[in-house]
């Protein structure tokens, strides 16, 4: 049987016969390369073979003879090009092909859902009355579909001898006669979506090539220089896309005659220019190629609006950037254009080239409004922001935003007088409050540069902010408590209450000012420490052990002291994390090898008797691998203790070996313990010998664990190891090889 003898009745639904093959209404041509997404797309064209006389033409410019037996399933013609790095070529392949009265064409990567409206066209006859159509492409940022922007290529027009493909890339059709339809029926494209950034960079190159050949072959022409642009804009180069525009618009006024030309293209040069001096933050720049964008005379022409629109956009944001006042003036006289053009789909499709498209997305309304708001705020502009607080999409904030803008926000929040807008405002920033743990760092941040300056009026009304807030974070919690303080408010012990019983393991993190006031307000905090869990607080404990430091621990310490009213297991945990702390830091020789062994011993005697009622003695005895890290480093500690009072050096240098693998956070201590140990036997002259070979042991096993460490990814504490012992073996080769290997 023939391909296109059979006319699908729905997609993917048994083929019966064509009875209506003599007029063809529409010729649908297909690049077709074997993409992931190819079967998708031939299958929804069949939307169309179901309802009236369609053909399918595919120009297979790469398939496989798998994908290519796939396609023969769907096309009435397929062309095979030999590609050469030309998109229009390819298109004309397709196109010379085409025997129906109209003409529509897209990729393999692309497809329809349900495309009702077009269907209607044909139907109803109402093709008769127009010379092209448009449909939406929407281009999706992830792989979710969440993120897109809506494009409207000319891709339908009705078939004469003078329409034709031009371009290498990026092609077109031309000449693309008016009236135009319209339509809302759109096809999915995740073309956009790269699985990383290798492959971004590869399609980008992939389309600038091209471009530079089109552009020897176009000089001057607007159009390619703008695709020049928006792909090293995709690529952030910046200065790439400053350098092409420049030269593009010097260019451009020489040659002002190609058929390619078309005004919007200038438009659109300027907003990549633009944009990039922007992402530079060369403001000053920006100012000066604003200044002559406007005074082009081009902007005299009713295709320019939605460019001077865009104009207005990027002034609000260069002069939001510098704080300055014309930054109001520039936001409403595009606050005006996105009112006026937003629903303006005419508009979008025939005055807009580029980014410029996007001008009206969600996207850019809410970072521009990000932007300008500080100035708003500054202003006293409150109708402006109330207006904007009401229409701006927040989801898109949260894509966009950065550090940068969220603290200009904040700091402005601080630093100017409190109006009610501000937790509005701080709300929607947060979005449905799961935001917030990114925005933490930014507030903490800020937090802390106030403290160091001594701005108690900015911390005040920092706190004031995040205070109305939902509670969502154990910050917000924190901040109520220090603003109902100082307003001298009730509820601040339901506060309390509420960051023990969501926020156990945050507690030690809390900020000390938190603890001062419930000791100034006379609110008993044991009770609520009562509340937790031995898990939860042993968790705690440990979270501290990686971001504690020596003077937080002694902090709690103290208190720990003066709560400390009644027996628990609690409180004895605490004082063995505190101590093990106060080992981890020994990095130096102490006064005397009997005061540190006292530590150790201590620290072994600790722990061994708050575990021993937990524990069958016979498997205290076998010192499983199953037990506590602490517990096990505390049976070794004590084994040790044995071995020094008894005189076994051997001995005791072999369990020291044992202790650093069983608890490497003591690794330096034990390094320093070895150290003095070593000093010790120094002076014992009648087992000098026996113990240089013992140490020379131990400083092979160091070696050995400095290559575990190195092999474990960790490079600081193989270097500890490794320079420790290199005292002891100031000529060993090995150990100079391994620390050569850490320095590459």
């Known amino acids: 049987m023939q391909p296109g003898s059979f006319l699908y009745v729905k997609c993917k639904a048994e083929r019966i016969p064509d009875m209506n093959k003599e007029h063809i209404l529409l010729s649908i041509s297909m690049l077709i390369s074997g993409r992931d997404e190819m079967e998708k797309s031939l299958n929804s064209l069949l939307y169309f073979k179901n309802a009236f006389p369609t053909e399918i033409i595919l120009v297979d410019t790469g398939c496989n003879e798998k ?12 062309i095979n090009f030999t590609w050469c790095n030309d998109f229009g070529a390819a298109r004309n392949a397709g196109l010379k ?3 129906g009265e109209w003409f529509m064409y897209l990729d393999d990567d692309e497809w329809f859902d349900d495309p009702q409206e077009i269907i209607k066209f044909f139907i109803t006859g109402e093709y008769q009355k127009y010379n092209s159509a448009s449909y939406i492409v929407r281009n999706y940022m992830d792989p979710n579909g969440n993120n897109y922007i809506d494009s409207y290529p000319s891709r339908m027009v009705k078939l004469n001898s003078s329409i034709h493909f031009v371009g290498r890339i990026h092609e077109f059709l031309a000449p693309f006669c008016e009236p135009r339809k319209e339509f809302n029926d759109f096809v999915h494209h995740y073309g956009y979506v790269y699985k990383n950034e290798q492959e971004h960079v590869k399609h980008v190159w992939r389309n600038i090539e091209p471009l530079l050949v089109i552009r ?6 607007p159009r390619w220089i703008m695709q020049l642009d928006q792909e090293y804009f995709s690529a952030c180069d910046y200065e790439k896309v400053i350098t092409t525009s420049i030269e593009g618009l010097e260019e451009g006024r020489k040659y002002k005659k190609n058929l390619t030309y078309m005004p919007i293209h200038i438009g659109a040069i300027y907003a990549y220019l633009l944009l990039a001096f922007e992402n530079l933050e060369r403001y000053q720049e920006e100012k000066k190629w604003l200044r002559q964008a406007f005074s082009e005379p081009l902007n005299q022409l009713d295709t320019m609006e939605v460019c001077i629109a865009f104009y207005n956009m990027m002034g609000a944001r260069v002069y939001g950037n510098l704080s300055d006042d014309l930054c ?7 606050k005006d254009c996105y009112d006026k053009l937003k629903s303006n789909r005419t508009a979008m499709e025939t005055k807009t080239a580029g980014v410029v498209t996007s001008i009206f997305g969600n996207a850019y309304f809410a970072e521009t409004f990000m932007m300008c708001l500080p100035i708003f705020m500054k202003r006293k502009k409150w109708k402006i922001i109330q207006e904007n607080i009401l229409i701006v999409d927040w989801k898109q904030i949260e894509s966009f935003s950065n550090d940068i803008k969220n603290k200009k926000v904040l700091e402005t929040m601080c630093t100017t007088e409190y109006h009610g807008l501000y937790t509005e405002l701080a709300e929607k920033m947060l979005g449905d409050g799961n935001y917030f743990h990114t925005l933490y760092p930014t507030i903490q941040a800020l937090q802390k540069e106030y403290e160091l300056e001594g701005k108690k009026d900015e911390i005040h009304n920092l706190h004031h902010i995040v205070a109305t807030l939902p509670s969502k974070h154990f910050y917000i919690i924190a901040s109520k408590i220090l603003w109902k303080n100082a307003q001298k408010e009730s509820g601040i012990e339901e ?3 509420e960051l023990f019983l969501k926020y156990a393991d945050n507690i030690l993190e809390i900020e000390d000012s938190i603890w001062d006031i419930a000791e100034e307000r006379k609110i008993e905090i044991e009770p609520f420490f009562m509340q937790l869990d031995y898990r939860t607080w042993r ?12 003077e937080d621990w002694n902090k709690w310490n103290s208190r720990i002291r003066e709560w400390k009213s009644g027996e628990d297991i609690r409180y004895d945990l605490f004082d063995i994390k505190y101590m093990g702390s106060n080992l981890a830091k020994i990095t130096k020789k102490t006064e005397s090898l009997p005061a540190l062994e006292n530590q150790l011993w201590t620290y072994a005697d600790m722990v061994y008797e708050f575990y021993q009622p937990y524990y069958r003695e016979d498997v205290l005895q076998e010192n499983s691998i199953g037990l506590p890290d602490e517990l096990q480093l505390a049976l070794e500690l004590r084994e040790l203790r044995y071995y020094r009072n008894s005189g076994q050096e051997r001995n005791a240098l072999e369990t020291m070996k044992k202790c650093l693998g069983v608890y490497p956070k003591l690794d330096k201590t034990m390094l320093v313990y070895a150290e003095m140990l070593r000093d010790e036997m120094k002076r014992q002259t009648t087992e000098a010998a026996e113990a240089q070979k013992e140490l020379q042991q131990m400083v092979i096993y160091m070696k050995n664990l400095a290559e575990t460490r190195i092999e474990r990814g960790e490079p600081d504490a193989a270097r500890a190891i490794l320079s420790q012992i290199q005292q002891f073996a100031p000529d060993d080769e090995e150990i100079k090889k391994l620390l050569d290997q850490i320095k590459q």
Do not use: N
């Open 216 to 221: 020897k072959e176009y000089p001057g022409d």
């Open 97 to 99: 092909e085409a025997q």
């Open 67 to 78: 994908q290519r037996a796939l396609a023969e399933q769907y096309a009435d013609k397929i």
């Open 328 to 334: 109001i003036t520039y936001y409403k006289k595009y």
């Open 539 to 550: 968790r705690t404990l440990e979270s501290m052990e990686h971001w504690g430091s020596g």
């Open 495 to 497: 506060c309390y209450e």
